[in-house]
């Protein structure tokens, strides 16, 4: 992905062997640390499996869910059957209209390419399908970010953020803002929050 142009082909092809992200990572810790060394994980924007690998790795069953279909046969290819159960599905987020019970909901660098009109519902649905005590992994994009502008793009101000996070407990929020390059080596501006929060145990 040069741009916020979606050729996620190429983007898979770039990332393909990079290892997991570090906002899965902080949320599996924090799951072993209170006893949860697998359970059953939603991976929404999959792509090519980078964060799933690692987690059926680790055991653990994974729904990837994935608007392109390239990314979900690859990812499909790369999973060994030995490892935790894997479940493919094949749909856009703006056409999700239920998600299953899950112990970790991951979206690494996914959710800002959700259509905005769309965002509301779709982060309803991930709270929605957190059992208590469970995870939220993954990125929101900020308004300093170059792909704000993009219509098709959902970024967010910090106040928007911080009304997006209302009803977790913060586990990590790191805003990131820096001159940097995509994974195509294209330069560009980042603004991210990088977040694991925690649904409220009941
Ligand atoms: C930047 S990639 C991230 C992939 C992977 N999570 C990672 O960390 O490398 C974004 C992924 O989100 C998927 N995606 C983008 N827009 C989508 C949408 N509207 N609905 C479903 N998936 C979407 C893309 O197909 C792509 O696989």
């Given at each position: 992905m040069d741009d916020a142009s979606r050729d996620w082909q190429g983007y898979y092809k770039a990332v393909e062997g990079r290892p997991p992200r570090h906002t899965l990572l902080w949320a599996l810790?924090?799951?072993?640390?209170e006893g949860l060394a697998r359970g059953v994980a939603i991976d929404l924007g999959a792509g090519a499996g980078r964060d799933t690998l690692e987690l059926l790795r680790r055991g653990w069953s994974v729904l990837a869910i994935d608007g392109a279909a390239s990314g979900l046969r690859r990812l499909e290819q790369l999973a060994s059957p030995t490892e935790g159960k894997l479940t493919t599905r094949h749909i856009a987020f703006e056409e999700v209209v239920h998600l299953p019970s899950a112990d970790l909901v991951n979206a690494s660098f996914s959710l800002p390419f959700c259509q905005p009109e769309a965002f509301p519902r779709l982060w309803k649905l991930i709270r929605l399908s957190l059992r208590p005590g469970g995870r939220f992994a993954g990125q929101l994009l900020g308004k300093r970010d170059d792909w704000a502008?993009?219509?098709?793009?959902?970024?967010?101000?910090?106040?928007?953020?911080?009304?997006?996070?209302?009803?977790?407990?913060?586990?990590?929020?790191?805003?990131?803002k820096h001159a940097?390059?995509?994974?195509k080596g294209k330069s560009k501006f980042w603004h991210l929050y990088h977040i694991v929060l925690k649904r409220e145990p009941t």
């Open positions: 810790e924090a799951l072993e640390i502008s993009d219509p098709g793009i959902s970024a967010f101000s910090e106040t928007e953020v911080r009304s997006l996070l209302e009803g977790y407990q913060l586990e990590r929020v790191e805003e990131e940097g390059t995509t994974a």
